[in-house]
């Protein structure tokens, strides 16, 4: 399973429960996406159907946003 990469913490001066709580709101309404980096593309298992995530292929550098729509994976490159 590739190495799960957690999102930088919040500063101590940001509004940080109100924003905390905006963004766990946001995450569970967008099938808690994730962040992954490894040497390759996600297979189908990296990405459950109807599920999406952010994959760093650390290989080629490219980020890509990847989508499972009914098995079928899908991607956009992010620049």
Do not use: C, H
């Not at 957690?6 to 309404?29: H, M, S």
């Not at 990405?47 to 952010?54: E, K, Q």
């Amino acid at each position: 399973m590739p190495q799960l990469i957690p999102p930088p913490p919040l500063g101590e001066e940001f509004e940080a429960t109100a924003w905390q709580q905006f963004f766990e709101i946001l995450r569970k309404q967008v099938n808690q996406p994730a962040y992954y980096a490894q040497a390759t593309d996600p297979g189908a298992a990296g990405v459950p159907s109807g599920t999406w995530s952010i994959w760093l292929n650390t290989s080629s550098g490219v980020l890509k946003l990847w989508a499972n729509q009914s098995g079928t994976l899908k991607s956009v490159t992010l620049t």
